[in-house]
């Protein structure tokens, strides 16, 4: 059945697509937003231990649907299996309206000016694809304001010398310290390091009419049960629907982008939760489902001017495929620490995010997240046996005297790291599903390694009597970070879209979400998600002549 | 009499037989030991794996029939008896001799796994009862903060208490 037809169609309410409908909604466009998943309340923060978007053994609470949409893995092996979205090697984020942004931990960070010019900085990498992106540190910094202001971000980042130069302030003060902080903080001092409050997406106090963080357990991989976290569920898509000009359908599963005999996209094909199929037309598509669906998306959107799939001229959509490769280092306190405060991250360091003696690149490294039990099984020392006895005591002891630091280490992008279309294996929708395949690149895992050891130390410093690392196997990485797919770049022979974002062949289809980072940074990267958001939106709607672009 | 029936006729247990499940205490009793605070076993964790065998580990249910068979005949090869019936030192030879088995060892690690989630995990999926494994490692509870809204009337009637 054709719908009436729009001028945009957004496919995905995460972190970029939420913005982008808020965006062009205020500017006048009509707009539907197509979403898979289901729009969640705070009330759906069922604090369940085993079921929610971060430990998953009984399933994910905010999607995708475990047996409507598997995914293939390719191990390192090269041994394909079929997974489902809460099983390992799924790489999921999530599927509802917010996406990640939902039951995220939400750490607010902008890149640094040399994450946007790696290649520049450091050289060619062999074996890597590494370059610089398109646009600066400069041309983000309005977009990363904007982010924080309408968004909402706590914290302090005046303590850490290395942050890139910024007009204002973050719009809110930081949690006060917990337990972890309140040690971690002199030893840092103590090793010449620069500590400070982490950025969160996160209400310290009352901001945007929802209330502030009540410091509870149940935080990344939670619903916020009164609302503090702050993503685009709560912030920018209600914005867009009061324009009234945007219209939110949720659980709406796009099949393929429509392209014309001339070269440019007509709208979408997608099944709605009665799997009934729907075209909706539209003046522009905005593709902003997530590295991994995203490419999916425009590989399997195949016509005859297309054959391989849209923006897939020169085989880069799907192609490296990247995340963080997370490393770090247990502690273990000779007294009790733990004092139950959420959101438990609260200092970082970036210290080691560049200029580190022989490496490209680092990662900012922070306090972890408050831990609950389950979480703590396999967090073991080496050597000490994973059930009896003997893991009892250690469960049973450790768990209050524990911390852990860790942080995201800037990973080097492979060009065969990457997502296909399986010839083979289909979801519930008869749609081809997602095939991921590739390693980490060698330097990654080097890196990922010393940063490891700088973890260790800063923990022996702080007075823990035992320490043990967390390091990374070969093994893709891309999960809640998955970025890269279709790389921004100037030259159309080695990138998919242009430094707006627009599809470099097709010129009113738009890929808006983490799929276009050139490079992933050493942090979190849903700020920058958030701020190419906007600057990318802002071009667009300049660009926009009542019915079609200039 | 029994107040309430579920499952198979004469059986407190959903999905194992009565064999069964006494197989598995006796496992489960070795990955998580009773000492000064409960173990496995008086966690419920047992009852954990039946539960959700009939829910999300509904896919599991022939790994387990089969899972739990070959344990009990590896038991009798290895030290002549079924593995419940043998002496508790007997009993961690054979789990270590398991273990030692590139066939057997895939099951016993999915049990090491769901004992784990049982007797840490949250008790409203059926293990972890009293809260036991909370309160052995200090978690305070009930929390200061935050609110405490479980549906178990879902649970009660078989469904999935999330969908």
């Not at chain 1, 409908?21 to 969640?40: D, F, H, I, P």
């Not at chain 1, 768990?399 to 992008?413: C, F, L, N, S």
Request: glycine residues 10%; neutral net charge.
């Amino acid at each position: 059945m054709a719908l009436k037809p729009v001028n945009a169609v957004i496919i995905g309410a995460g972190a970029g697509g939420g913005i982008v409908a808020k965006e062009l909604a205020e500017a006048g466009l009509s707009v539907v937003l197509l979403e898979r998943g289901k729009w969640y309340s705070p009330f759906d923060c069922r604090k369940d231990d085993l079921r929610n978007q971060r430990t998953s053994p009984l399933g994910q609470a905010f999607g995708p649907d475990d047996d409507r949409s598997p995914r293939v893995a390719v191990d390192t092996q090269g041994r394909e299996h079929i997974v489902r979205a809460s099983g390992p090697g799924y790489q999921n984020n999530a599927a509802c309206v917010g996406g990640g942004t939902f039951s995220y931990g939400a750490m607010a960070w902008r890149y640094m000016e040399k994450d946007f010019r790696m290649r520049s900085t450091y050289g060619h990498v062999s074996g890597s694809t590494l370059a610089d992106w398109p646009v600066s540190y400069q041309d983000l910094e309005p977009y990363y304001e904007k982010a924080e202001w309408e968004i909402g971000v706590s914290g302090d980042v005046s303590g850490d010398p290395f942050h890139a130069p910024r007009r204002r302030p973050l719009p809110m003060p930081p949690l006060p310290p917990n337990r972890e902080y309140e040690i971690l903080y002199p030893a840092a001092k103590r090793l010449g390091l620069h500590p400070f409050d982490i950025p969160m997406l996160r209400n310290s106090v009352p901001y945007n009419g929802r209330p502030a963080c009540i410091r509870c357990r149940w935080c990344v991989g939670f619903a916020c049960e009164v609302d503090a976290k702050c993503g685009t569920h709560n912030t920018v898509i209600p914005k867009a629907v009061a324009t009234k000009n945007c219209e939110v359908r949720t659980e709406c599963v796009v099949k393929e982008i429509i392209a014309n005999e001339r070269g440019r996209v007509t709208g979408v094909v997608y099944f709605d939760a009665n799997d009934e199929l729907h075209q909706q037309d539209a003046d522009v598509v905005i593709v902003s489902c997530g590295a991994i669906e995203s490419a999916r998306l425009l590989l399997n959107s195949k016509s005859r001017l297309f054959p391989d799939g849209l923006g897939n001229r020169r085989d880069w959509v799907g192609r490296n495929l990247q995340g963080h490769t997370y490393t770090g280092a247990f502690g273990l306190m000779p007294m009790d620490i733990y004092d139950d405060l959420g959101p438990g991250a609260g200092i970082a360091l970036c210290d080691y995010n560049h200029g580190n003696p022989g490496l490209v690149g680092g990662a900012m490294l922070a306090n972890e997240f408050i831990r609950l039990p389950y979480q703590f099984v396999s967090m073991i020392p080496p050597g000490l046996p994973r059930w009896g006895k003997a893991h009892k005591d250690f469960m049973r002891n450790a768990y209050r005297r524990a911390i852990a630091v860790q942080g995201p280490t800037q990973e080097m992008p492979v060009f065969d790291s990457r997502v296909q279309v399986d010839p083979v294996v289909k979801d519930h929708w008869g749609i081809p599903v997602a095939r991921l395949s590739g390693d980490k690149h060698p330097h990654t895992i080097e890196t990922s390694t010393v940063m490891a050891g700088k973890a260790e130390a800063w923990l022996k410093e702080a007075g823990a009597v035992q320490t043990w690392k967390k390091l990374s196997g070969p093994g893709l990485s891309a999960g809640q970070h998955q970025a890269g797919t279709c790389r921004m770049g100037s030259d159309p022979a080695t990138s998919v879209v242009n430094r707006y974002c627009q599809v470099h062949d097709v010129d009113n289809l738009f890929v808006i979400d983490a799929s276009v980072h050139v490079t992933n940074g050493g942090f979190n990267p849903v700020l920058t998600i958030m701020a190419m958001a906007y600057y990318a939106s802002d071009h667009l709607v300049k660009q926009w002549k009542g019915t079609r672009f200039a | 009499m029994p107040v309430v029936a579920c499952g198979r006729r004469g059986s407190s247990w959903r999905f194992f037989t009565a064999e069964e499940a006494r197989t598995l205490e006796a496992v489960c009793g070795h990955i998580i030991p009773e000492d000064q605070d409960p173990g496995a076993v008086r966690a419920g964790v047992v009852r954990f794996m039946d539960t959700q065998l009939t829910l999300f580990y509904k896919p599991l249910q022939k790994t387990y029939r089969r899972g739990i068979a070959q344990l009990d005949q590896a038991s009798i090869d290895f030290a002549g008896k079924r593995f419940a019936d043998l002496p508790a030192a007997q009993q961690l030879a054979v789990l270590h001799h398991i273990e030692s088995n590139p066939e057997l060892r895939p099951f016993f690690d999915l049990l090491v796994a769901h004992t784990m989630q049982g007797f840490y995990g949250d008790p409203r999926h059926g293990g972890n009862r009293e809260r036991v494994s909370w309160k052995m490692v200090g978690l305070p509870y009930p929390p200061l903060r935050g609110r405490l809204r479980y549906d178990f009337a879902d649970l009660a009637k078989g469904e999935l208490p999330w969908r």
